[in-house]
């Protein structure tokens, strides 16, 4: 990656293909802002959680960058107490909690990872700071 990215973390949203380049699409249209991890996964990787203000920079399928993110918040709950604000926030187009719920557990479970309604999950919301062009340059939003 660009040395303009100072380093920063990649952000890999789903398995590359058609479900990863739906999401950064979604997350460059500013309809995503949210998503939901298992907690179990950071503990399993022994990575650090998301923090407010951290910035990773957002991968393609081909594994380019095409923007940066900001973490705006993190909570971890239960999956049974995702909210409907989250899953809207996701923006994934899910039109109910359980079409929601449904399509998480499916990808959890494609990675064999079981998921019941006390599974822990980290639940994310950021920012869109900044889109990267076919040629690596940084355009920032307006409000950075």
Same mark, same amino acid.
């Given at each position: 990656m660009?040395s303009e990215?100072g380093g920063?973390?990649?952000?890999?949203?789903?398995?590359? #293909?058609?479900l990863?380049d739906?999401?950064?699409?979604?997350?460059?249209a #500013?309809?995503k802002?949210?998503?939901?991890?298992?907690l179990?996964?950071y503990?399993r $990787? #022994?990575a650090?959680?998301?923090?407010p203000?951290? !910035?990773s920079?957002v991968?393609?399928?081909?594994d380019?960058?095409?923007a940066?993110?900001?973490v705006?918040?993190?909570r971890?709950?239960p999956?049974?107490d995702?909210d409907?604000?989250?899953?809207?926030?996701?923006g $994934? #187009?899910?039109?109910?909690?359980? $079409?929601?719920r449904a399509?998480? $557990?499916?990808?959890w !479970?494609?990675g064999a990872?079981a998921v019941?309604?006390?599974t822990?999950?980290v639940?994310e919301?950021?920012?869109?700071?900044a889109?990267?062009d076919?040629?690596?340059?940084?355009? !920032?939003n307006?409000?950075?």
């Amino acid at each position: 990656m660009s040395s303009e990215f100072g380093g920063l973390p990649k952000a890999e949203f789903g398995y590359p #293909g058609p479900l990863r380049d739906r999401l950064v699409a979604a997350i460059l249209a #500013g309809a995503k802002t949210a998503t939901t991890s298992l907690l179990v996964d950071y503990e399993r $990787e #022994g990575a650090p959680l998301p923090e407010p203000g951290a !910035r990773s920079v957002v991968v393609d399928s081909a594994d380019r960058p095409v923007a940066v993110i900001e973490v705006t918040r993190v909570r971890i709950a239960p999956l049974k107490d995702v909210d409907p604000a989250h899953v809207t926030a996701e923006g $994934e #187009g899910d039109a109910t909690m359980a $079409e929601w719920r449904a399509a998480h $557990e499916r990808f959890w !479970r494609s990675g064999a990872r079981a998921v019941d309604d006390n599974t822990m999950v980290v639940l994310e919301r950021f920012r869109l700071v900044a889109r990267v062009d076919e040629t690596g340059l940084v355009n !920032r939003n307006r409000d950075m």
